[in-house]
């Protein structure tokens, strides 16, 4: 497999062959590894993270329930920001721009929207469990998420929302991965534990990129380009042709994601040379060795507070 189907547009889109149309299809069904388009054609709702799906039902559970927590446990897991913004991406409420931030797609949304989505999250994820999907991947979204709003404040940028979006959608395409061919995905994780990077062993593997993946699945459920761009380049490959203000959101995600990697939360899959990387994006970006280091305490203390929140049982709530 090459990578001649994956272009990177000048305006910052992901381009693909107009034969390669991704019709929105939902059943899920054996393909094979190799098949990059069956995975995405075939890619439905992913489910929640297990600690996501046990607060919720806590939550709902109770008369009179909070919706502010509802929301505030959505806009922490990739799964349920993902079905709600493509939700609110939907032809179903005909806007004219697309929706780059969860908190702007949930305003749009709804509540009765949002507790749907919910109660049918909870409902797939009794039904179906998580397979193999390793619950490690949920939490490296949200440190993510987390690293890169705090980056995005600390250079006094207005796109933080987005650049959190962004973080929480970054590593979709693993999800989408072993939700489809978990066995096959589960051999790439093996891969990197004897020195392969993630992207070197998918490489070997597959033939494509979980950022690939990734960004034709956002594709798909209408995400807004540049947000399929800064997923398909939050590895670095591509960003040196963007223009300025794009190169520099990818490199603000690159350096969120090496920040959660370098902190052990989550995923360990990528972080093979990841210190490397994370001192070269870091000085990129102006930020010092000592300022890498207060950052990563303020995002460690961010996200166990948000690990708190999505925990804690109901009852002491």
């Given at each position: 497999?090459?990578?001649?189907?994956?272009t990177i547009?000048?305006?910052?889109?992901?381009?693909?062959?107009?034969?390669?149309?991704?019709?929105?299809?939902?059943?899920?069904?054996?393909?094979?590894?190799?098949?990059?388009?069956?995975?995405?054609?075939?890619a439905g709702?992913?489910?929640?993270?297990?600690?996501?799906?046990?607060?919720?039902?806590?939550?709902?559970?109770?008369?009179?329930?909070?919706?502010?927590?509802?929301?505030?446990?959505?806009?922490?897991?990739?799964?349920?920001?993902?079905?709600?913004?493509?939700?609110?991406?939907?032809?179903?409420?005909?806007?004219?721009?697309?929706?780059?931030?969860?908190?702007?797609?949930?305003?749009?949304?709804?509540?009765?929207?949002?507790?749907?989505?919910?109660?049918?999250?909870?409902?797939?994820?009794?039904?179906?469990?998580?397979?193999?999907?390793p619950q490690?991947?949920?939490?490296?979204?949200?440190?993510?998420?987390?690293?890169?709003?705090?980056?995005?404040?600390?250079?006094?940028?207005?796109?933080?929302?987005?650049?959190?979006?962004?973080?929480?959608?970054?590593?979709?395409?693993?999800?989408?991965?072993?939700?489809?061919?978990?066995?096959?995905?589960?051999?790439?994780?093996?891969?990197?534990?004897?020195?392969?990077?993630?992207?070197?062993?998918?490489?070997?593997?597959?033939?494509?990129?979980?950022?690939?993946?990734?960004?034709?699945?956002?594709?798909?459920?209408?995400?807004?380009?540049?947000?399929?761009?800064?997923?398909?380049?939050?590895?670095?490959?591509?960003?040196?042709?963007?223009?300025?203000?794009?190169?520099?959101?990818?490199?603000?995600?690159?350096?969120?994601?090496?920040?959660?990697?370098?902190?052990?939360?989550?995923?360990?899959?990528?972080?093979?040379?990841?210190?490397?990387?994370?001192?070269?994006?870091?000085?990129?970006?102006?930020?010092?060795?000592?300022?890498?280091?207060?950052?990563?305490?303020?995002?460690?203390?961010?996200?166990?507070?948000?690990?708190?929140?999505?925990?804690?049982?109901?009852?002491?709530?």
């Amino acid at each position: 497999m090459n990578f001649a189907h994956r272009t990177i547009a000048p305006e910052g889109q992901v381009r693909t062959s107009k034969h390669d149309a991704l019709p929105c299809v939902s059943t899920k069904h054996t393909v094979s590894p190799s098949d990059w388009k069956g995975i995405v054609n075939s890619a439905g709702d992913i489910p929640p993270a297990r600690c996501t799906a046990e607060r919720l039902r806590g939550i709902l559970a109770q008369k009179g329930s909070s919706m502010r927590q509802v929301i505030e446990i959505c806009s922490c897991d990739p799964a349920l920001a993902a079905k709600i913004m493509k939700v609110a991406n939907s032809s179903l409420y005909g806007r004219q721009r697309q929706v780059g931030s969860i908190n702007q797609a949930m305003m749009i949304a709804g509540i009765p929207i949002i507790r749907g989505i919910c109660f049918r999250a909870c409902l797939t994820q009794t039904r179906d469990g998580w397979g193999d999907i390793p619950q490690g991947l949920y939490q490296h979204s949200l440190c993510t998420a987390l690293a890169c709003q705090l980056l995005a404040c600390k250079k006094g940028k207005s796109y933080s929302s987005e650049l959190y979006t962004a973080g929480l959608m970054h590593d979709l395409g693993k999800l989408v991965l072993w939700r489809q061919i978990p066995g096959d995905y589960g051999n790439i994780h093996k891969l990197t534990q004897s020195g392969l990077s993630n992207t070197e062993a998918e490489a070997e593997r597959l033939g494509y990129s979980h950022a690939l993946i990734g960004a034709l699945i956002g594709k798909k459920w209408s995400f807004p380009s540049e947000i399929c761009q800064l997923v398909i380049c939050h590895h670095g490959a591509g960003a040196s042709e963007l223009d300025a203000p794009l190169s520099e959101k990818i490199n603000l995600l690159r350096l969120g994601n090496l920040l959660a990697h370098s902190l052990g939360l989550g995923d360990s899959s990528d972080n093979s040379g990841a210190d490397t990387t994370l001192k070269h994006v870091a000085n990129t970006l102006n930020f010092s060795d000592h300022e890498i280091g207060l950052l990563k305490a303020e995002i460690l203390k961010l996200y166990t507070s948000k690990l708190h929140m999505l925990t804690i049982s109901h009852t002491g709530s």
